[in-house]
């Protein structure tokens, strides 16, 4: 199922919604040329995540997933499974586990949990991020593996 168009605010439609990440980057990252280096971020930013093994949810929101032409970042929520540690990790994927680092580093913010610290559930973990920074909500995308 494709991603929605933007609503007049510029969002996606309340929502959390599925895409590859060939999709998000096609739909997300050609939007315009300052929004290249944004999406090639993202995919590093996705690659070594999933180099831990231990990635449960991979969810993009914030200006990434708007119309907005020249995002800063990306702003990204992981939920990890609870074996997760990141003091066993390389050191580049350390920083991407750290959130002032990871913007240094990497151009985005990255939070986390385990999916012990989801109290409510994965799925209310996840669509807290539905929430706008001056309130209302706007729609959010969950990268999925690709089906083979």
């Not at 907005?68 to 939920?79: C, M, T």
Request: glycine share 10%.
């Amino acid at each position: 199922m494709p991603l929605p168009n933007f609503n007049d605010e510029g969002d996606l439609p309340v929502g959390v919604y599925q895409a590859s990440l060939a999709e998000v980057l096609e739909r997300f990252g050609a939007l315009g040329a300052g929004r290249l280096g944004v999406g090639l971020r993202l995919k590093r930013i996705y690659e070594l995540a999933h180099t831990t093994s231990h990635v449960q949810r991979f969810v993009i929101f914030g200006s990434f997933v708007t119309e907005k032409e020249h995002p800063n970042d990306v702003d990204i929520f992981l939920v990890m499974d609870n074996a997760f540690d990141p003091a066993l990790l390389e050191r580049e994927a350390q920083r991407l586990f750290d959130h002032v680092a990871a913007q240094d580093q990497f151009g985005a913010s990255v939070f986390w949990l385990r999916e012990v610290g989801c109290l409510e559930g994965e799925q209310a973990a996840v669509e807290y991020w539905r929430v706008k920074r001056g309130g209302g909500l706007r729609g959010i995308v969950e990268i999925i593996e690709e089906n083979p």
